[in-house]
């Protein structure tokens, strides 16, 4: 299994960003899909999910009606669509999937918003 994820840079308060994620070596239509955030210092924290048709989708509060989460089953893609971005939504941006017996992850995409 790999994810490689991409679309991280150096963007100011207010602006956007695409990040992207793309999956091999498993059945990516089979399996949720979920970008993690981990900022300086702190722990790694769930941002938001996907379910295998691209239907359900839940976000972490703290960006509900900011972010948006996306997949492409034919592509073997899932995006994070990220607006109205805070300094505080600095941090590495993990693609990330589970099943019974492991966790898969990504090496990240680093995000930063300042002046």
């Known amino acids: 299994v790999q994810f490689v994820e991409s679309g991280g840079g150096l963007v100011q308060p207010g602006g956007s960003l695409n990040l992207s994620c793309a999956a091999s070596?498993?059945?990516?239509?089979?399996?949720?899909m979920s970008w993690y955030r981990q900022g300086p210092g702190k722990d790694r924290k769930l941002v938001a999910t996907v379910d295998v048709h691209g239907i359900f989708k839940t976000y972490a509060d703290s960006v509900k009606g900011r972010f948006t989460i996306s997949r492409d089953n034919v592509k073997r893609t899932v995006h994070l669509q990220m607006n109205s971005l805070k300094p505080e939504d600095t941090a590495m941006y993990f693609c990330?999937?589970?099943?019974?017996?492991?966790?898969?992850w990504g090496q990240g995409t680093r995000v930063t918003v300042s002046e």
């Open positions: 070596g498993f059945a990516f239509n089979n399996y949720y």
């Open positions: 990330h999937s589970t099943d019974t017996y492991n966790k898969y």
